[in-house]
C-alpha cells in the first residue's frame, strides 16, 4: 500500500523479473488483474528466509504471477464480479496494489487462504527517496 508514485508498480515489476518473467510488467490500472506464468528457474522460493541461487537447478514452486489493481474498486460486490479470492492458489504468487479498497470482509477472507507479507511505501526526504516497510500478514 502506498501514495500514488511511491513505487508500488516499480517493485512489482522487480518481483516479476526474479519470477523469471521477460514480459513487460505493466499496472493493471484499468484491466484490474495481470497474469504471468514464471519461469521455473526463478529466484523466489517458497522459503521466506531465502532468495534463490539463479544457478540453482531448484525448480519454483509457484508457476503463475498475478498483479492486481484495486484502485479502481470502489464496492466489495465488484470483487465477486472479477472472482478475485479464487485468482489465489498454493501455485500463485501476487502483489496487490490498494488492498486497503478490498475492504474488511474480503481482506479477512484473503488473510484466512494465503500465506502474506505487507509492503508499505512512503514518500522520503528527497525526490527519489522512498521508505519501504514490510511486516508478516
Known amino acids: 500500500t ?3 508514485g511511491t513505487g508500488k508498480t516499480t517493485f512489482t515489476k522487480k518481483i516479476g ?6 514480459e513487460n510488467i505493466v499496472s493493471p490500472t484499468f484491466s484490474i488483474v495481470n497474469s504471468y506464468k514464471t519461469n521455473h528457474k526463478s529466484q ?16 519454483n514452486k509457484f508457476k503463475e ?3 492486481v489493481d484495486l484502485y479502481r474498486i470502489s464496492e466489495e460486490y465488484e470483487l465477486g464480479e472479477i472472482k478475485f479470492l479464487e485468482m489465489f492458489s498454493k501455485i500463485t504468487i501476487a502483489c496487490i496494489e490498494w488492498p486497503e479498497l478490498m475492504g474488511k470482509k474480503y481482506f479477512e477472507k484473503l488473510r484466512s487462504k494465503v500465506k502474506s507479507v505487507d509492503v508499505s511505501f512512503e514518500y ?14
Not at 45 to 58: A, M, R, V, Y
Open 2 to 4: 502506498g501514495e500514488l
Open 44 to 59: 523466489i522460493t517458497s522459503n521466506p528466509n531465502k532468495i534463490q541461487d539463479p544457478n540453482s537447478k531448484l525448480q
Open 124 to 137: 522520503g526526504e528527497t525526490k527519489n527517496e522512498r521508505k519501504v516497510w514490510f511486516s508478516l500478514g
Open 17 to 22: 523479473q526474479l519470477l523469471g518473467i521477460k
Open 65 to 67: 504471477f498475478i498483479h
